[in-house]
T-cell receptor, first 112, second 117 residues
């Protein structure tokens, strides 16, 4: 069993739809939970991060963490074609927060 | 946010030659830099972690004599793929910590696509 499970997709949605991206994890040592967006042939960029269970909102994006279920989600409201990318969940852990475990990434396509 | 520059973005080389990829933190001092490899439709695979002035720590299965990492300053790390072979063709990405809002926040370079003929 992988430490982080993420459905690779691809996920195709019409423009304006609400997108739900999810990851499950098994390591209780994970401390920070992050979502990265990666456009094709580019480096990932940080979208959101959370430390504790609950919701965190930033514009059209909401990150949700449920530590009891070891489940994190990223919601995208009013999805746009420019949101088409691969979304990677990532968990930070270890002394000095030097360890990062990535999900496999979910490829999202928003169709105009 | 903090910026990490990676160069070259694309390189093609002949089998048996060596290729150097640079990773620079432009507006912050990177306490730690990481090198990843990414195959098509797969996630990032951590190759090694490097701290300025010390030897890199390689992940299991990564040949340190093949993938030479030098972290000579707080703003520069280099990855040299020695005696490259076609199976080394991949997308290599670096990241750095030290300029973020929380400990361990990673800033990624744009990646370098290596093609070995």
């Amino acid at each position: 069993q992988k430490e982080v499970e993420q459905d690779p997709g691809p996920l195709s949605v019409p423009e304006g739809a609400i997108v739900s991206l999810n990851c499950t994890y098994s390591n209780s040592a994970f401390q920070y939970f992050m979502w990265y967006r990666q456009y094709s042939r580019k480096g990932p960029e940080l979208l959101m991060y959370t430390y504790s269970s609950g919701n965190k909102e930033d514009g059209r994006f909401t990150a949700q963490v449920d530590k009891s279920s070891k489940y994190i989600s990223l919601f995208i409201r009013d999805s746009q074609p420019s949101d088409s990318a691969t979304y990677l969940c990532a968990m930070l852990w270890g002394g000095g927060y030097q360890k990062v475990t990535f999900g496999t990434g979910t490829k999202l396509q928003v169709i105009p | 946010g903090a910026v990490v520059s990676q160069h070259p973005s694309r390189v093609i080389c002949k089998s048996g030659t060596s290729v150097k990829i640079e990773c620079r933190s432009l507006d912050f001092q990177a306490t730690t830099m990481f090198w990843y490899r990414q195959f098509p439709k797969q996630s990032l695979m951590l190759m090694a972690t490097s701290n300025e002035g010390s030897k890199a720590t390689y992940e299991q299965g990564v040949e340190k004599d093949k993938f030479l990492i030098n972290h000579a300053s707080l703003t520069l790390s280099t990855l040299t793929v020695t005696s490259a072979h076609p199976e080394d063709s991949s997308f290599y990405i670096c990241s750095a910590t030290g300029g973020g809002a929380f400990p361990g926040e990673l800033f990624f370079g744009e990646g370098s696509r290596l093609t070995v003929l």
